[in-house]
Each structure stands twice: as C-alpha cells, then as structure tokens.
C-alpha cells in the first residue's frame, strides 16, 4: 500500500507569508495592477539571492531541503521576526518517517499530583491543557474568571464558537489570533495528529474567522501581550497570562492569569478570587509570584 502523499508544510508557510508582505513594505517599487496579493514569487526569489526556479519547487514541494542561508534569506524577504524564522527552520528540518506515519493513541490525561496541588494553593486563575488546548485541569478561580476554561472543554473551540467567550474579551478577534499563532507554533511540524486534523477540520468549516487566521501561517509564543475582558462580576480586567511546560505526556501547558500587583485589575482579580472561595484572599502583592512558580512545583518548567 503506497504511503499518503506527505504535506507540503514548508511551501504553504513560504506561499502564506509571501502574500501578506507587499511591494512597499520592503521599497519595491509598483507599477500597475498586480494580479496576485503580497509579493510575486520571482520578486521573493531576487531579493533572497535564489533563482526564481529553485523557489517555485521550494513553494510547490519539489525541494524541501533549503540550507540555513536560504532559510535565513527568505525570513529576512518575508520580514518574519525571530520566533517565525525559528518556525521556518522547523518545517524545513526533516522528521524521522515512524514519526510522520503513526501517532500513538492518546491515554488518559491527568495532571501530576504536584501541578494538581499547586493550580489549588497558587491564589490566581490557571489551568492546564494539553497539546490540542484541551483543558484536562482548571481551578474554581479560572473558570470563575472564564466559564468555557473547565475539564473537557477546548481553548480554540471556545474562542471560536462560543458566544459567550468572545462577549467575555475586549478585543476578542485579536486574542483569539494571538492563541491560533501560539498553537501552531506549539505544533511545529507535527500537524498530522488526528486530534490536530479533526480540530483544525471542524472549526474551519464552522468559523470563517479561524479559517482566515489559520491560513496567515501566524506564529508567536504563548501568552505575548495584554489579555482585555468585561467581566460581568468585577468589570473590566488587563490581565497578562504566563504559559509554562508540565512533565508529562501530551505536551502539558499549565496557563496563568496574573494582573500587574498595586493595579486596579489586581484588586479586581483579588475581589473575583474571594467571590468565588467565599473568603478573603491574601492581596495581590503578597500572593505567589508566576516568576517563582517554577520552584514551587519541580514538575513545571518555564517554556
């Protein structure tokens, strides 16, 4: 039985990219109507110092062995910062072929006794997910602040197709693009899980906004920039989340809500907090720092 005809990852990035940098962006000059968005293949090919024939098979699969120079030259055309150029790098790596064709079947996910223990003590809003940003444990204080974050729910299908989870942020298109874009960078290369494909294939036939997002090819690391919500308890929060890996199977995050301490969103956080245990709460400033989460629980890690 012939093996299925393997993804063309790198090329879909090269193309993805290419179309969202314009002439002017890198001082190209325009003449007349162009036909195709962003930058043309032979434009991206001269400024990188390649032939334009060697970057069509790049695009269209033929050659998926760039050197790092190349891959360096085409970052620098396509102005990706470093976390994509480090993303590119990825997808042009070969993966070992057991590893493309199978995927184990997942066992039960549960969180180590410790990170259970420390998403209790630690005083603030936290979960943990695994790869596919499934929730598998939340504390009473994260669901409290966001209703969609508890055991068995999706991160991306609530951000996606919950109403009530979009109404909750402040700039919901804009947070919800940032957690696409860490995701996929989570995924690397490894985007032929069946959890990964049957998750990608549901909310893109049923959002056309993830389908928009997912086909820009964003990468960034977790939790980068400010988190706005309109809570309907304490009102509005800018609150900041920390990501950090968990030993275990299934690429463990453990997330963290945090507010700036001294700040009007600190005393919110804290008021939620003794309206959810229902009991006052250590203030903010003397609460656990997420810096210090790392030696309070050894099975976490920063990320």
Same mark, same amino acid.
């Given at each position: 039985?012939?093996?299925?005809?393997?993804?063309?990852?790198? +090329?879909?990035?090269?193309?993805?990219?290419?179309?969202?940098?314009?002439?002017?962006?890198?001082?190209?000059?325009?003449?007349?109507?162009?036909?195709?968005?962003?930058?043309?293949?032979?434009?991206?090919?001269?400024?990188?110092?390649?032939?334009?024939?060697?970057?069509?098979?790049?695009?269209?699969?033929?050659?998926?062995?760039?050197?790092?120079?190349?891959?360096?030259?085409?970052?620098?055309?396509?102005?990706?910062?470093?976390?994509? =150029?480090?993303?590119?790098?990825?997808?042009?790596?070969?993966?070992?072929?057991?590893?493309?064709?199978?995927?184990?079947?997942?066992?039960?996910? =549960?969180?180590?006794?410790?990170?259970?223990?420390?998403?209790?003590?630690?005083?603030?809003?936290?979960?943990?997910?695994?790869? =596919?940003?499934?929730?598998?444990?939340?504390?009473?204080?994260?669901?409290?602040?966001?209703?969609?974050?508890?055991?068995? +729910?999706?991160?991306?299908?609530?951000?996606?197709?919950?109403?009530?989870?979009?109404?909750?942020?402040?700039?919901?298109?804009?947070?919800?693009?940032?957690?696409?874009?860490?995701?996929?960078?989570?995924?690397?290369?490894?985007?032929?899980?069946?959890?990964?494909?049957?998750?990608?294939?549901?909310?893109?036939?049923?959002?056309?906004?993830?389908?928009?997002?997912?086909?820009?090819?964003?990468?960034?690391?977790?939790?980068?920039?400010?988190?706005?919500?309109?809570?309907?308890?304490?009102?509005?929060?800018?609150?900041?989340?920390?990501?950090?890996?968990?030993?275990?199977?299934? +690429?463990?995050?453990?997330?963290?809500?945090?507010?700036?301490?001294?700040?009007?969103?600190?005393?919110?956080?804290?008021?939620?907090?003794?309206? =959810?245990?229902?009991?006052?709460?250590?203030?903010?400033?003397? +609460?656990?720092?997420?810096?210090?989460?790392?030696?309070?629980?050894?099975?976490?890690?920063?990320?």
């Amino acid at each position: 039985m012939k093996d299925m005809p393997e993804e063309n990852l790198l +090329g879909d990035y090269l193309r993805a990219r290419r179309e969202l940098v314009t002439p002017e962006d890198i001082g190209l000059p325009t003449h007349g109507m162009r036909r195709v968005p962003g930058l043309r293949r032979e434009e991206v090919a001269m400024l990188a110092g390649i032939s334009s024939d060697y970057y069509l098979r790049l695009e269209q699969g033929r050659d998926r062995n760039p050197s790092a120079q190349v891959l360096d030259a085409l970052a620098r055309v396509l102005r990706l910062d470093d976390t994509a =150029t480090g993303y590119l790098h990825q997808l042009a790596a070969p993966r070992p072929r057991a590893h493309r064709r199978s995927h184990p079947r997942p066992r039960r996910r =549960t969180v180590p006794p410790a990170t259970a223990q420390l998403l209790e003590a630690i005083g603030l809003p936290a979960f943990v997910t695994d790869r =596919t940003l499934d929730v598998i444990a939340a504390n009473a204080l994260a669901t409290a602040l966001v209703p969609s974050v508890r055991v068995g +729910g999706n991160r991306l299908r609530s951000f996606f197709l919950d109403p009530a989870e979009q109404a909750l942020h402040t700039d919901w298109a804009h947070t919800a693009a940032r957690c696409v874009a860490a995701f996929r960078r989570r995924l690397g290369s490894d985007v032929d899980d069946p959890r990964v494909v049957r998750l990608v294939g549901e909310l893109s036939l049923a959002s056309e906004e993830f389908r928009r997002v997912w086909a820009r090819h964003d990468v960034r690391p977790p939790g980068t920039g400010p988190i706005g919500m309109n809570h309907p308890q304490v009102g509005e929060l800018n609150l900041t989340m920390s990501k950090l890996d968990v030993d275990g199977p299934d +690429g463990m995050t453990l997330a963290v809500y945090h507010a700036e301490p001294g700040t009007e969103d600190a005393e919110r956080l804290a008021l939620l907090a003794s309206l =959810t245990t229902g009991r006052p709460v250590r203030r903010p400033a003397d +609460g656990p720092d997420v810096s210090d989460v790392r030696e309070a629980d050894g099975s976490a890690r920063t990320s």
